[in-house]
C-alpha cells in the first residue's frame, strides 16, 4: 500500500513542472514577439488587414518552431542520458575498480565514514543496473527523462505560443487603422504580460510584482523598439 502511494507522486509532479515550463516558454514568446511585430508594421503601413495577414503568418510560423524547438530539446535530453548510461554501463564492465573508486568518493562527499562507506559500496555495487543508477544520479546528475514528454512539449509549446499571439493580433480585428489596433493590443497586451508574470513568479516562488513589471517591461520595450524602428525607416 505505501508503495502504491508513494511512487506515482512523483511521476505527477515532475509531468505538470515540465507542461508549465512548456506553457511559460510559449506564452511568453506569443505574447511578446508577435505583439512586437504587428507594433512594428503599425509604423509602417496603413492597413490593418496587412498588420493582421503578417501577424498570423507570424504566429504560424513561430508555433511551428518553438514546437520543434521543443521537441529537438526534448529528443536531445533522451539521446545524451541514453549515451552516457551506456557509457557508465561499460565502465562499470571495464573498469569496475575505478568505479567502485567513485562511488566510495562520493558517498565520503556526503559525510558517511570510511566503515559506513564500505558496506554502502558493497551493497551498491552488487547489482550493476543499480550501480549505474546511483552513478548517473549522483555522479553526473541526470534523472531519466521521460521519451514521451518531447512530443507533449511541442505540442504544448506551440498550442501557448499561438494562443499568446492571438491576443495582441485581436485588437487589429476590431479596430479600422493600425493606430488604433496599436493602442488597444497595447493595452491587452500589457495587462496580460502582467498577469502572466505575476503569475509565473508565484508559480515559481519568485516576487511576483517584479517579476510582472519584468515581463511587461520586456514586452514594452521590444514593442516599441519595432514601433520606432519602422517609423523611421519608412519616413
Known amino acids: 500500500m505505501q508503495h502504491a502511494h508513494t511512487h506515482p507522486h512523483p511521476e505527477d509532479h515532475l509531468t505538470s513542472s515540465a507542461m508549465l515550463q512548456d506553457i511559460v516558454i510559449g506564452l511568453s514568446d506569443g505574447l511578446t514577439v508577435p505583439f512586437a511585430l504587428a507594433a512594428g508594421l503599425s509604423g509602417a503601413v496603413q492597413s490593418s488587414e496587412l498588420v493582421i495577414t503578417a501577424g498570423l503568418a507570424e504566429i504560424v510560423a513561430g508555433s511551428i518552431a518553438m514546437g520543434l524547438g521543443g521537441y529537438l530539446a526534448g529528443r536531445t535530453e533522451v539521446e545524451h542520458y541514453t549515451a552516457e548510461l551506456a557509457r557508465e554501463h561499460q565502465e562499470v564492465q571495464q573498469v569496475p575498480h575505478v568505479e567502485r573508486a567513485e562511488v ?25 543496473e543499480q550501480w549505474v543508477r ?42 479600422n487603422t493600425p493606430t488604433d489596433g496599436l493602442i488597444w493590443s497595447a493595452v491587452i497586451t500589457l495587462v496580460c504580460l502582467l498577469l502572466f508574470g505575476y503569475l509565473k513568479s508565484r508559480l515559481t516562488g519568485q ?23 519602422a517609423r523611421l525607416i519608412s519616413s
Open 104 to 128: 566510495d568518493e562520493l558517498l565520503a562527499e556526503m559525510g558517511l565514514s570510511a566503515e559506513t562507506r564500505a558496506l554502502a559500496v558493497q551493497e551498491l555495487t552488487a547489482d550493476p
Open 134 to 175: 546511483f552513478m548517473m544520479k549522483y555522479e553526473l546528475g541526470l534523472e531519466q527523462p521521460d521519451p514521451r514528454q518531447a512530443p507533449k512539449s511541442a505540442v504544448t509549446i506551440s498550442l501557448a505560443y499561438a494562443l499568446g499571439g492571438l491576443i495582441p493580433l485581436s485588437a487589429y480585428f476590431l479596430t
Open 207 to 229: 516576487p511576483p510584482v517584479t517579476g510582472a513589471l519584468r515581463m511587461a517591461g520586456i514586452g514594452a520595450l521590444a514593442a516599441g523598439a519595432a514601433f520606432f524602428v
